[in-house]
């Protein structure tokens, strides 16, 4: 309880139900190894808290810029909901601090994993949603959302990576970039994908992400900047 508290502080609100928090806190791993609690994991506030979002950062972006059309503002809002923005989010409220985690995902370092901090901010959301209402979660995110949103656009974090390496892919080899699967890990509700972007046969970047065409895109991002050390040419790759 007074954990918390602590976080209640970071917050700047107090819970009216103490249990949607402790819900939004609790991870599976945890359950799974204390069956007998009375805790609910946090999936549930997820899928909610992951809605919630969605509509306040559009809402945001829609009053923010006026003039800027449909697809640049659906861009922003991937790159600002995306797994990595909110995990950072989490990050700076020190949400893993407070999770209840399993032993050993504890000690696997879950409180610093991206997937299960980005899960946790979605849930929290969730729950101060359910308790508050969206006015309070709207004043919570703001000024977390500013921030980020400068530093995507300052380094085009939104722009779709995959479509601009299809270009320039197929200006110089006429060949579409394919993208392949090359790992995974994590629990199912916060799996994590690593995908190499290739041209032919030859790899040209590598990404990690929460769902397969995150990952993609990243692995796009990653050739992107391989092209860039290259001067645009389609010359061997950097580390060849």
């Known amino acids: 309880m007074d954990n918390l508290k602590e976080l209640e502080a970071e917050l700047g609100l107090e819970f009216?139900?103490?249990?949607?928090?402790?819900?939004?806190?609790t991870h599976r791993s945890y359950l799974n190894e204390n069956p007998g609690t009375a805790l609910e994991d946090n999936e549930r506030l997820e899928f909610l808290g992951d809605a919630v979002l969605d509509f306040l950062v559009g809402a945001y972006l829609y009053h923010r810029f006026p003039e800027m059309k449909e697809g640049e503002l659906t861009s922003l809002r991937a790159a600002l909901v995306r797994t990595e923005t909110l995990a950072e989010f989490s990050r700076k409220l020190e949400v893993g601090h407070y999770l209840l985690l399993g032993l050993g995902e504890a000690e696997s370092g879950g409180r610093e994993?991206?997937?299960?901090?980005?899960?946790?901010?979605?849930?929290?959301?969730?729950?101060i949603y359910l308790?508050?209402?969206?006015?309070?979660?709207?004043?919570?995110i703001?000024?977390?959302?500013?921030?980020?949103?400068?530093?995507?656009?300052?380094?085009?974090?939104?722009?779709?990576?995959?479509s601009e390496f299809q270009v320039w892919a197929q200006a110089h080899f006429n060949i579409t970039p394919h993208y392949v699967v090359v790992g995974s890990s994590g629990p199912d509700h916060a799996k994590m994908f690593t995908v190499q972007a290739l041209v032919g046969d030859k790899v040209?970047?590598?990404?990690?992400?929460?769902?397969?065409?995150?990952?993609?895109?990243?692995?796009a991002g990653d050739a992107l900047k391989r092209v860039e050390a290259l001067g645009g040419e389609p010359?061997?790759?950097p580390d060849e």
């Open 235 to 237: 010359g061997p790759l």
């Open 16 to 25: 009216r139900d103490k249990s949607l928090l402790s819900r939004a806190l």
């Open 142 to 162: 703001e000024p977390l959302i500013g921030p980020a949103l400068v530093a995507i656009m300052d380094d085009s974090l939104h722009i779709d990576a995959k």
């Open 204 to 219: 040209w970047g590598e990404g990690n992400g929460r769902s397969k065409q995150s990952a993609a895109q990243s692995a």
């Open 131 to 140: 308790d508050q209402g969206l006015a309070v979660v709207k004043n919570l």
């Open 113 to 127: 994993r991206t997937p299960l901090l980005c899960a946790a901010f979605e849930a929290l959301t969730g729950a």
